[in-house]
């Protein structure tokens, strides 16, 4: 068993920025994949940025050239540094663990392994 504890997330004027931290905790030698969901009201979560174990990025689109993912293998720790933040990135942001033999393509295709409790970020003037 994995778990994961979001923080960092609160209420941002648009263009600022936010750093999310994801501590885990459990059978954290399991895990491979890791990535950041997130999901708006009314909406379907989905994939904002992953990172394998040997630090291979991954980003939705419109997370390109804005969020930045990153990672520490010794404690599998997870960050999202998010810059120039728009009203529609609004949502819960939730750190996700897969383990070991989970591609990438299965992290964008499906949900599923282990999940946070989900930060609130909300970008609003």
């Known amino acids: 068993q994995v778990q994961l504890v979001e923080s960092g997330g609160g209420l941002v004027q648009p263009g600022g920025s936010l750093r999310l931290t994801c501590r885990t905790s459990?059978?954290?030698?399991?895990?491979?994949?890791m990535g950041w969901y997130r999901q708006a009201p009314g909406r379907q979560r989905e994939l904002v940025a992953a990172?394998?174990?040997?630090?291979?990025?991954d980003y939705a689109d419109f997370a390109e050239n804005r969020f930045t993912i990153s990672r520490n293998n010794r404690d599998n720790s997870l960050w999202l540094q998010m810059e120039n933040l728009k009203p529609e990135d609004t949502a819960v942001y939730y750190c996700?663990?897969?383990?070991?033999?989970?591609?990438?393509?299965?992290?964008?295709?499906?949900?599923?392994?282990?999940w946070g409790q989900g930060t609130q970020v909300t970008v609003s003037s």
């Open positions: 996700n663990a897969r383990r070991r033999g989970i591609n990438m393509a299965t992290m964008w295709a499906r949900l599923g392994g282990s």
């Open positions: 459990g059978d954290i030698f399991s895990i491979g994949n």
């Open positions: 990172v394998t174990s040997g630090g291979t990025t």
